[in-house]
C-alpha cells in the first residue's frame, strides 16, 4: 500500500526520520519562475517504487546539467503550502573560486527561506550563485552569504539582489551544468 | 537627496554609497535591510566590500511607472540610515 505524496500532510509535528523520508528531485522548469516541485513521501514499509534517497545536505547542481534545489521538511516549510509562487525576488553572490561560494551558499539558505537556484562556473575562476524567494528573506540571505564568503579564499566578489526580475530574465536563470571552467 | 541620481527606460533612482571597510558597508547594509522590513520596500541593492549601489525603483501599484515624490521620499530616508 502505498502512501500518497501530500505536501499538505498534517503531521507537522511527526518527527519524519531520515531513512524514511525520500524526495525527488526534479529539474527547474526554465520557463516558470524558480519553483521546485519535490514531493516528499513517508514509506513505512521502506519501500519507494521512484523516488530516490537524497542526502541531506542541498545539491548545486545535477549531472544533466539542470539546478535542483531540495525544500526541507514540509514542517519547516510551511509558507509554501498555501503558496504555489514562493517567491520571485533574486539574489545573486559572485566569488573568487569554488570554497567561498560553497560558504556562501550555505549560508544563504541557513540564514532565511530562500531556494537555491543555481551555481554557475563563469570562467576565470568566479563562481556565481544564486537564490529565490521573498524578498525580505532574499535580502537577509543575500547579506548573510555575503559576510559569510567574505572572509574565506578570496572572497566576495560582488552581490546583488533584484526585488522584481522581469520575466524575460527567467530562462537566464538556471544553471549551465558547466563543471569547469578554464 | 543629495547624490541620486534619476535614470530612465525604466525610470529609478539610483545611488552609490562608498566606506572605509566591508564592516561599515555591512553595517549599512544591515539598517537598510531593518528599514525595508519595516515600511516593506525593498530597493535593488548591489554592493561588494567597500561600496553599495542602491536602486530605487517605481512601486508596483504605480500605473505609469514613474518616480514618485513618494520614492523620492524613500531615498531621503535611506540617507537618513548613512548619517545616524
Redesign the interface.
Known sequence: MTNSSNRRSKSSNKIVKSKDQVVDVTPLNSTTQSKTSSKIQSSSTGKASNTKSIASSKNLSNASGGAVSIKPPIEKNKDFESNSNPGI?LGMIETRGLVPAIEAADAMTKAAEVNLIAKELVGGGYVTVMVRGE??AV??S??AG??AC?RVGD??????????PHVEVEPVLKGSGAKRRS | MEGWRQKNRPECLEKRFEFES?EKT?DF??SL?DF??SVNR????????TYANITI?PL?NNEKEEISKVDHEFASRIDLLIKK
Do not use: C, M, Q
Open positions: 525576488a524578498t525580505g535580502n537577509a543575500v547579506r555575503a559576510d567574505e572572497g566576495l566578489v560582488a552581490a546583488h539582489i533584484i526585488a522584481r | 566591508y555591512r547594509l544591515d535591510g525595508s522590513e525593498f530597493p535593488d541593492i548591489s554592493f561588494g566590500k525603483r508596483e
